[in-house]
């Protein structure tokens, strides 16, 4: 999440507890997605888990239409280029349809350009309805209501540590 405002909009540093708000966001989330949120007073941190490729970032998503295998497949290879760049192979397993229509999807990135999974699915040919970030590492959304936050377990935090080298 930017500490900018775009085109007016509030940005999530506005809606955290004072004693918050100097902690630095782990990632973004656009505007039209939702789900987990990290932020975090360890700078280094931050950035290890942000670098690409060196976590892996769950997502929920619901597409517009039936995606054959074979659309799937495209990203699940890599390849498409995204300003001017490959993307990595994506973990996609598709979990069936949606209510009113369409496909979910669970897709896994080890990369997060900006509006990737929105990009390799209109590449495909389909509008993404939903797109929800479950999981970052280790750390999952699980039940946690939307809005609402808390603090990680001290063994949640030496896991994710671990996993970026620190």
Known sequence: MSRVREGGARTVFEFLPDAYRDWYAVGRL????EGLLLFCDDSRLAQRLMDPGAVAKRYLVTVAGFPREEDLESMRRGGLIIEGQATRPAEVRRLG?????GTRLEVVLHEGRNREIRRLFLAAGFKVRRLVRTAVGPLELGDLPEGEGRELTPVEVASVRTLVGL
Do not use: I, L, M, Y
Request: avoid cysteine; charge should be positive; proline fraction near 11%.
């Open 30 to 33: 656009d505007k039209d997605s």
């Open 97 to 101: 349809k949606a209510p009113r229509g």
